[in-house]
Structure formats: structure tokens, C-alpha cells
DNA sequence: TACTAAATGCAATACATTTGCAAAAACTCG
DNA sequence: CGAGTTTTTGCAAATGTATTGCATTTAGTA
């Protein structure tokens, strides 16, 4: 049961409206479900939680766009499954602003979107960098938590 | 045809004699191939070239093992889909030292490790950080070079 | 309310990866 | 060196994630 502090206060429709995207009963459960929690949840996931009330192919037709669109953003985890959350403010169709650092906890396998942001590379001469992505694979906070005396018995 | 300075010269029946492996055909030319180019190969790519010699499930199997051993180090791609280059030799069983930036063309999909070390990052209370993935998108030396007077014609 | 364009659902397909099992190859010990 | 044991390989089948084509439905609008 995600913690309400963990909420994202977001209006869908006003979303949907600001980005020119029609107002369907999918694409607004899609936006309130990845709201509910600020840790990025997978496209399985998703599945679990709305396949009976949209179709599959539909759900990752609405995953492209918004991401598209910079609403959500995507992160890959170690297994390359599509993990989603919700964008800041500064995200937009023409730049993403995902410059924070994500978390993928080994136990949990939940990824985080942390406040650390992503600390500036130099690049070698000829490689231009457009954007980064800095994923630290650990333990989380809860998993810590939760076993503490034996937190080396999953890995 | 790769560079012969890209050459990362290993010695495929050592390395295998080092970590425990039995010598087979099927694993000396997976290491061969990898060893070609300091830039990571995908797992299409791999069975694209190796394909009529090796089946598509002992390549998996082969790319798995050399991971958990150390000997190579898996990179995933902003499809989802796994990449391997060759580890330093600081890297074992019990740890990864993979803690070098990777730069991912959205030209040519090329992976490179560069020489850039990936920066320590602080985690918050609670989150405790084992190893850390750093990827840097944009265009590589040689698509810059390629097309200097019109590189935004593929993005 | 009827029209038009876009979104949805369904079936089929593509692609990466894994599993089960029998045949083949590699170490090893007498 | 050759039989025996174990590991690895190849093939077939299955799983999981993601995409495409097309007919139907729905949203926004005139």
C-alpha cells in the first residue's frame, strides 16, 4: 500500500489537455496508477494492475506517447524490462530533463527516482553527450530495513 | 573491419583455465569475437556473426557464465537488449569493478566503455549503493565524422 | 446529432531469452 | 589410452516483452 506522502499530486486531464492528447478512460488510469508512487513501476506490472481493463497493446501504445510527450519517463532495469515514472515539471516533447539518479534495488527490484541529480561527464574528444543515465544497483531503504540482521541471504 | 589498436589481446584457453571453465570450441570463439573490438557487442549481433557455428541457446548460455565470472560485463541498451565487452582485469565472481562510463550512439547504436570513470555518487539515508551504471547518449567520433554537415538528419 | 480523425481491442507477429532433454564433448582416473 | 562420469552442447518448445495491421469504437467538433 504506497504511502501517501509518496503521492504525485497530478490532474490527468489537465495533463492530457496541456500535451494535446484526447481524454480517454485508458490514458487516465494509466496516469493515476503510475502516480500513486513515485518509484518507477514496470510495463508488467502495469499489466497486472489495468489488463482487465485495458488491452495490452493499448497500454503500450499510451507508454510511448506519454513518454514521447516527456510525461513519463523510462528506465531500462538489468533484466530490460521498461520501468515508468512520472516526469518533473521541466520534462517536455522536445527535452528531457531525466537527469536525476535512479536506484534498482537488487532485493526489491524496485527502482527509485532520486532527488541526487547526475553529475556532469567529461566526454573524450568527438563524443557529444546528449543525455545520461546513472542507475545505482544496491539495497533500498525498506529492503535494509526489513532484514537487518540477514541481508546477506539474497545475495 | 576493427582497428587493430581497438585489439584488447587476451588469451582465450588461460582465461578459461582461470576461472574453472572447460576449453570448448564454442567458448574460445565467443571470446575471440568479443575480444575483436574494445566497443560492446550485442547479443544480436554476436549470433549474427557466430550464429553458424555456435546455436543461439549455448551462445546465451556461454555470455551468461562469463558474466558471472567476471570475464565480461553486460551493458544494456535503451532497447532492453544485452551488450558485451570484455572486463578489465580488476573484475571477479565476487565483483564487478564496472565502474567506467559507457556512451551509447543514437547513431550507429554502438556502445564504447570509455576511460571515464563513473563518479562516486552520495545515496540517501538508508540506500546502500553496490555497483553503479553510468550511460551517456549522443553521437560517437565516428558518426561526427561522418556526417559533419548534416548529423541531424537521422534524429 | 452526425461527421471525422484518433484511439482502442483483437489477432498475429517479431524478437530476445529461457527451459527440458537427449546427444556429444571434455576432463579424470584406473 | 580408454571407459566412465560430468559438463556442455544442440534442438525443440516455451516464455516474456514489444510491435504491427486492421476493423471497431470513441472523442472532439462542426
Redesign the interface.
Known sequence: MPNLSDMTTINPTALLKENGLKHTRQRVRVLEEIALDTVAISQPELEKKLGKEIDRVTLYRILNIYQDKGILHRI?D?????NYAICSAACSEDHHHDDH?H?NC?SCLKI?C???K??H?????????????????????KC??QEPEDSAALQ
Open positions: 531500462m538489468m533484466n530490460g524490462t521498461a539518479v536506484f537488487t527509485y532520486l532527488e541526487v547526475a553529475p561527464l567529461k566526454m573524450p574528444h568527438g563524443f557529444k553527450a546528449v543525455t545520461t543515465n546513472t542507475t545505482a544497483y544496491g539495497i533500498c531503504e535494509n530495513q
